[in-house]
């Protein structure tokens, strides 16, 4: 009589278990990147919640690593990403990008627009612009790849992703 009410208790959770795996995945939602717009240096760029502009991009190679620094004019408009407003959730979304390899997101130190270093943690809506921002990747990383480097700025508008890219050669 036990082992029918054990197995019996089995079968109910085993059927609500796949009803809810049912329910909860009946929907599902890709917020992944839906296209890769590619911008130039200088190029004013309107994206939903952020004005930015990429004064410049410096790569240089050295011989363990690669390395780029990035200037950018960053205008908040209300940008909201993974949990984060304003400028520290734009810097969070930013890349040194290496396709079909790996991507590496900003150092922690940013030089803000009067030549003083501040942690990417600390940033607001009032630090002073442009933002010289540093980023590190492998040099063998670098060197085995198929499409040229990039830096990369993902924008969310709600649906998805928008990837801002400004080709590095």
Not at 85 to 92: Q, S
Not at 105 to 112: F, G, H, L, P
């Given at each position: 009589?036990?082992?029918?009410?054990?197995?019996?208790?089995?079968?109910?959770?085993?059927?609500?278990?796949?009803?809810?795996?049912?329910?909860?995945?009946?929907?599902p939602v890709c917020c992944g990147v839906d296209k890769e717009i590619f911008v130039k240096k200088g190029q004013e760029v309107h994206?939903?919640?952020?004005?930015?502009?990429?004064?410049?991009?410096k790569m240089v190679k050295g011989k363990e690593n690669v390395y780029l620094t990035v200037k950018v004019d960053l205008?908040?408009?209300?940008?909201?990403?993974?949990?984060?407003?304003?400028?520290?959730?734009?810097?969070?979304?930013?890349?040194?990008n290496m396709p079909y390899s790996i991507s590496n997101?900003?150092?922690?130190?940013?030089?803000?627009g009067r030549g003083h270093k501040i942690s990417t943690w600390n940033l607001t809506n009032k630090t002073p612009q442009p933002l010289t921002l540093t980023f590190t990747n492998l040099r063998?990383?670098?060197?085995?790849e198929n499409a040229p480097a990039r830096f990369s700025f993902l924008v969310g508008d709600g649906n998805g992703y928008k990837k801002y890219s400004l080709l590095l050669e």
């Open positions: 009589m036990k082992r029918k009410v054990w197995l019996a208790a089995a079968i109910v959770l085993c059927v609500l278990a796949g009803l809810r795996y049912w329910q909860v995945n009946a929907n994206a939903p919640g952020i004005d930015f502009k990429i004064l410049s991009a205008k908040d408009r209300g940008y909201y990403a993974d949990g984060k407003h304003g400028i520290i959730a734009v810097v969070n979304n930013m890349y040194f997101s900003s150092n922690n130190v940013a030089i803000d063998d990383w670098y060197d085995t």
